[in-house]
Antibody
Framework: EVQLVESGGGLVQPGGSLRLSCAAS????????MSWVRQAPGTGLEWVAN????????HYVDSVKGRFTISRDNAKNSLYLQMNSLRVEDTAVYYC????????????WGQGTLVTVSS | IQMTQSPSSLSASVGDRVTITCRAS??????LNWYRQKPGKAPNLLIY???SLQSGVPSRFSGSGSGTDFTLTISSLQPEDFATYYC?????????FGQGTKVEIK
């Protein structure tokens, strides 16, 4: 059974940093693109970042470029999101999601971890 | 690419046929996915590539369309289908979502 379990969320002040983790199991992690997708309270979904199977290619939404870094450790079946210079508008539930084999959709999602940026 | 869903919300009864539409701001071929999100839960993939049913998803869900106009149909609404539905284009990065359609109990 595919499982994605996020951790690392919490309350942080504006300008602060946080590192999210996602532990994957039930599939061959190293053969899939992976993503982070977020959802601000009471609003819709926003893709944040993608990373290729070997970590050689990464993509980010414009609003987080230069502040967030996606990475992975295939030996540990883990995905990460390093978030620096956090802003109030980064407050959201952050989901780890697997990119399906066609490369065009997210076929499995974690339960999400809440990041709150507030003074 | 902007994705616009309609309606933003609707009320329906168990057993009803429900249709949700999604329009893209430019042509996206068949690069369109649909997700269902129950309250407090992660989204769940229903339909990919506009009309392909994801494995394990009930056959009451179907998708159609290409180019700029797409439709999600639920043939007979079930209690677990009262949720919010999102379309998402996968034609180009970023893979933008529609604003969501909330399906409520009448």
């Amino acid at each position: 059974e595919v499982q994605l379990v996020e951790s690392g969320g919490g309350l942080v002040q504006p300008g602060g940093s946080l590192r999210l983790s996602c532990a994957a199991s039930g599939f061959t992690f190293s053969t899939y693109w992976m993503s982070w997708v977020r959802q601000a309270p009471g609003t819709g979904l926003e893709w944040v970042a993608n990373i290729k199977q070997d970590g050689s290619e990464k993509h980010y939404v414009d609003s987080v470029k230069g502040r967030f870094t996606i990475s992975r450790d295939n030996a540990k079946n883990s995905l990460y999101l390093q978030m620096n210079s956090l802003r109030v508008e980064d407050t959201a539930v952050y989901y780890c999601a697997r990119v399906g084999v066609t490369g065009t959709m997210w076929d499995y999602w974690g339960q999400g971890t809440l990041v709150t940026v507030s003074s | 690419i902007q994705m616009t869903q309609s309606p933003s919300s609707l009320s329906a009864s168990v057993g009803d046929r429900v249709t949700i539409t999604c329009r893209a701001s430019q042509r996206i071929s068949s690069s369109l996915n649909w997700y269902r999100q129950k309250p407090g839960k992660a989204p769940n993939l229903l339909i990919y590539a506009a009309s392909s049913l994801q494995s394990g998803v009930p056959s009451r869900f179907s998708g159609s369309g290409s180019g700029t106009d797409f439709t999600l149909t639920i043939s007979s609404l079930q209690p677990e289908d009262f949720a919010t539905y999102y379309c998402q284009q996968s034609y180009s990065i970023p893979g933008t979502f529609g604003q969501g359609t909330k399906v409520e109990i009448k």
